[in-house]
């Protein structure tokens, strides 16, 4: 069993920045595939980002490539989200989660196993 706890959400201006972290429980964190996914009001969760076991690959969805990061840091069992030139259609809830058992998918919500209990980012126009 994994326990992920997210922080670093809030209010910013359009064009601002924050910092989103994802801290891992146990010892196998780098055993995990990570993603970071999000969801408005109304709306269905949505992929953001993932980050394979090592870092070394990344993936993004389009609608966020060139302004947000994913970076991981596996001594310290957190995962990363950087967020720059935030727009008001950014704001949501954002999870982040972790994939055990990776079949390829990483964009698929239902690939991912564990889930923490997400934090708030709104952007003001």
């Known amino acids: 069993q994994v326990q992920l706890v997210e922080s670093g959400g809030g209010l910013v201006q359009t064009g601002g920045s924050l910092r989103l972290s994802c801290a891992a429980s146990g010892r196998t964190f780098n055993r995990y595939v990570m993603g970071w996914f999000r969801q408005a009001p109304g709306k269905e969760r949505e992929f953001v980002a993932a980050i394979m076991w090592s870092g070394g690959s990344t993936h993004y969805a389009d609608s966020v490539k060139g302004r947000f990061t994913i970076s991981r840091d596996n001594a310290k069992n957190t995962v990363y989200l950087q967020m720059n030139s935030l727009k008001p259609e950014d704001t949501a809830v954002y999870y982040c989660?972790?994939?055990?058992?990776?079949?390829?998918?990483?964009?698929?919500?239902?690939?991912?196993?564990?889930w923490g209990q997400g934090t708030q980012v709104t952007v003001s126009s």
């Open positions: 989660a972790a994939d055990p058992h990776y079949s390829g998918s990483y964009y698929y919500d239902g690939e991912y196993d564990f």
